[in-house]
């Protein structure tokens, strides 16, 4: 009788703590959709900074208008890390032309790969093909010295995870300049890891080898590199460009961060954010703008709703993720230095789009609390909850705090790589509505996890 | 131990069969993401044809295009099915002004409603707001005589299903004119249906009612709505407008049919479609060019593959689903009077936006059987699978079929009021890959349900 008794109770006040639940994700929903500040602020951070590459005066005019920003919020602290930076500048010349045999000159769209030397003036040289780098790997290097090599491979659209289709090609921008400077080529374009057929060259790190010879490194758009390919497949071809850009010594720069204190547990610490270093073309709006306004937007709901959080709520506006990962790598071990207890991070860093939910990169146990989190979603037409990635600038937490469990929000992910990297990644290709959406799943989560763990 | 055998054999055949739909099914996405035509046949939709509304030359011109297309494609049977549609044109004169008390004129964005009655030159009368159609009905008739009513009802954003959010407003747009005019007013005007706030003003049906005076009844752009409203928060307002739209009499039009006949059962049919007609402003991209091509290219692929479907597959482009619903009338009674059993429709009117699954009008065992297919899809992440709205072309067919479950095919609807009924749905709304997903998902239902009923 008096377990009966419990139990009953128990299970009222498990009712009850739903219905509170399903009421305060309810008022974060509305928060973000109908009084939302998200959109307009990704308007600003993309139409009044723009691109901001790690170490550009973009880059910190970015970190002032973030603690500016955020000091508006009214969050109890807000504050710079100092980080240091790669400093890589595209320069002013960037201009590629096709030669063919018969000697028609066609100019083509490209952009130099993040971190690759320059020409020195114009270079020509005959330009030769291959699908994949395997292949180049497996040539004699009689056929490459000298020239110029060309991979194009292109991402396979039949994959539904677009991403996966991404890190299929990702060799060909990373190690492309490496393996083709080993084979005595002058320099290595590839295809741009992108999935429309269109004019857009898309731009990414790559990286050398301090064994071989640095050598300019571009990337052509794929409506190029398909005209490009065409011609190859007739007759021999030249290919000419000229690109300025250059490394300079480290910089100095910031993580930008702010903080609602924990009212019971204030040295354990949820993290969130995204990154708000982009490449130096379009407006960094997907990546990763949408990520980093998507955390900030999520915090201030929950400070308008005077949410008194158990745990340290920190939104991390991390730098340097797309080159180098300073921010996200000095984080990690600056919090473990203070003595902090990190509890969960959360990362967004797939774009804009419409929420699909959340990928945990963690335990079988912290999947089954993700999973729990299923019915509290299922109003807002999420699904994924399952195991997967977190992402880069979270990264380095479960490094030297085992066992932290690390959130990737999870949006559509079909229209990603149309933006990653190009200069179509502009504020008008992020529909306010799937931002809003993503504010407000990201805000639900943190709220689930800080009151559960 | 004859038993056990059997069931061996019988599980045998049941992986072996899974094994069959799950390659069928890749197949089918292959073609649709590597070899699509869908993309194309859009843009020749949009671009070569344009808007085409019930009765027009376009429409005219949309329905040769698709018989040419299907014909083309190389069905067993391609032809055109004769219906009566109404036939409105909006003329050359659309213009409206706000006037404000201080003698301000400022212009606005508006579209007439369709089926609207003209102004016969200039209209201009004191406006007058109501946010909600029941708050006019209960008001004094001597305060809305000879002025314009302005319903001004904003959709709900906070909704996440848009489609619900959109049946709120509808009553302003389908019934204003009427209510209106039953107090004495001389025009509607209402809010455009429509989720941002932006110049476009979102046209759609409205209806009149013989007991009353037919007044005209436009849309304003959300933005200009709100500007409207801002205005008479601080003093009365006049509103002046010109349209000459009328209506004509009935014209002669077409639903445009391709058939793949059944091998076994040929008078069973597998009804799928969308609507031709589209609204007169944009291109009718998103309403329902998405929808028809989706059919289009659902039915091409399995030509492609040289499926042998059991049953009947026909693609029916319904016209005048968007003012009368003629098409989808006409096509049930006819295909009843030819002694067609009817058993299973689907349709795609709801953008051409990512897949996210089928909404069933149906029974309890026929959702059983639609569940029973998640596991096909969720490769390809299709998650919704429950009970819903099949379409309003197909609807007919459950009045004189009874018993026919209603598919709705189920894109996210997020971005859809962005466009709907606007001059921004446009072919560079709707995204290649999405739509491309759309066409994969309708061509594997359409697969499963032949072979499985």
Request: hydrophobic share 40%; glycine share 10%.
């Amino acid at each position: 009788m008096k377990i009966l008794f419990l139990f009953i109770l128990l299970n009222t006040s498990l009712v009850f703590s739903q219905l509170n639940d399903s009421v305060f994700i309810r008022t974060i929903y509305n928060e973000a959709l109908s009084r939302g500040k998200s959109h307009e602020d990704l308007r600003e951070l993309c139409k009044d900074i723009g691109a901001r590459l790690s170490g550009s005066s973009e880059a910190e005019m970015a970190i002032q208008w973030s603690k500016s920003k955020m000091e508006s919020y009214g969050f109890d602290k807000v504050y710079l890390q100092e980080i240091k930076v790669p400093h890589w500048e595209r320069g002013t010349k960037e201009s590629g032309w096709i030669k063919t045999k018969q000697g028609e000159i066609l100019k083509v769209n490209l952009l130099a790969l993040g971190g690759s030397v320059g020409t020195d003036g114009l270079l020509e040289a005959e330009i030769i093909e291959f699908k994949h780098l395997d292949d180049l790997k497996k040539v004699d290097p009689l056929l490459v010295k000298g020239k110029i090599v060309f991979l194009n491979q292109p991402m396979d659209e039949k994959q539904i995870a677009t991403f996966k289709a991404y890190g299929g090609c990702y060799p060909i921008r990373g190690d492309g300049a490496v393996e083709a400077s080993k084979l005595g080529a002058v320099a290595v374009i590839i295809r741009s890891l992108g999935l429309p057929i269109d004019i857009h060259p898309h731009t990414g790190s790559m990286h050398y080898n301090d064994s071989v010879k640095k050598i300019p490194a571009a990337a052509l758009s794929t409506l190029d590199a398909n005209h490009l390919s065409e011609i190859l497949s007739i007759n021999k071809a030249f290919f000419v460009f000229e690109m300025d850009c250059r490394s300079f010594p480290d910089a100095v720069s910031y993580n930008v961060i702010g903080e609602i204190t924990g009212s019971v547990k204030s040295n354990e610490i949820i993290t969130f954010g995204g990154h708000l270093d982009s490449w130096d073309t379009g407006e960094g709006a997907h990546d990763d703008g949408a990520g980093v306004i998507h955390c900030l937007e999520a915090i201030r709901i929950l400070k308008v709703m005077k949410y008194k959080p158990k745990h340290t709520l920190r939104v991390v506006f991390f730098m340097n993720e797309e080159n180098g990962n300073m921010g996200g790598k000095t984080y990690a071990t600056w919090s473990k230095e203070k003595g902090e207890i990190q509890i969960a991070a959360i990362e967004s860093d797939r774009g804009g789009f419409s929420p699909k939910g959340f990928e945990l990169d963690g335990t079988d146990e912290q999947l089954k609390l993700l999973q729990s989190f299923e019915k509290n979603f299922s109003p807002y037409e999420l699904s994924v909850f399952e195991k997967g990635y977190g992402g880069v600038d979270i990264g380095p937490l479960n490094k030297v705090f085992i066992g932290i469990p690390l959130f990737g929000f999870v949006p559509d992910s079909q229209r990603y790589f149309d933006f990653h990297h190009a200069p179509s990644d502009v504020f008008e290709s992020v529909n306010k509505r799937e931002l809003e959406l993503g504010c407000a799943a990201i805000g639900s989560l943190i709220y689930l996890l800080d009151i559960n763990l």
